[in-house]
């Protein structure tokens, strides 16, 4: 009585669809991270380039500092200042590491994490 051809037929299709959907969504998922992971890698690529190519630089700027202050204090003070100058900014990082390291850092990850 309740139940004729029809329903079994439609309820046959139903199933049929929402293992379609569900195939879709899990392709769905599965690009989603891929592109995700991929976005993630290439910002910690560059991120690692940029930082290599930084140093390099403050290494040639430190050392040409240094060597600038060596004719007026000599040559051991001045690259005891370029390290102390180093240390100042080290301790600076460390009080501030949150504000200036972590909370952005986070926010970066969010963002390239949750946009869609």
């Known amino acids: 009585m309740f ?3 029809k329903n079994v037929e439609t309820i046959g299709q139903l ?3 929402l293992k379609h959907y569900i195939g879709l969504r899990s392709e769905y998922m599965k690009l989603d991270v891929a592109d995700k992971v991929v976005s993630l890698l290439a910002a910690l690529i560059m991120g690692s380039l ?6 390099l630089a403050l290494i ?5 500092a240094a060597f600038a202050m060596a004719d007026y ?3 051991a003070p001045a690259f005891c200042i370029v ?3 180093y240390l100042l900014i080290l ?3 460390i009080l501030f590491r949150h504000q200036w ?5 986070v926010k970066f990850l969010a963002s390239l994490l949750m946009q869609k």
């Not at 390291?101 to 850092?105: D, G, T």
């Open 3 to 5: 139940s004729s051809d």
């Open 15 to 17: 199933v049929e669809v």
């Open 50 to 55: 940029l930082l290599t190519l930084l140093t």
């Open 60 to 64: 040639y700027l430190s050392f040409a």
């Open 73 to 75: 204090v000599g040559l």
């Open 83 to 85: 390290a102390g100058a």
């Open 91 to 93: 301790v600076l990082f």
């Open 101 to 105: 390291i972590e909370k952005p850092l």
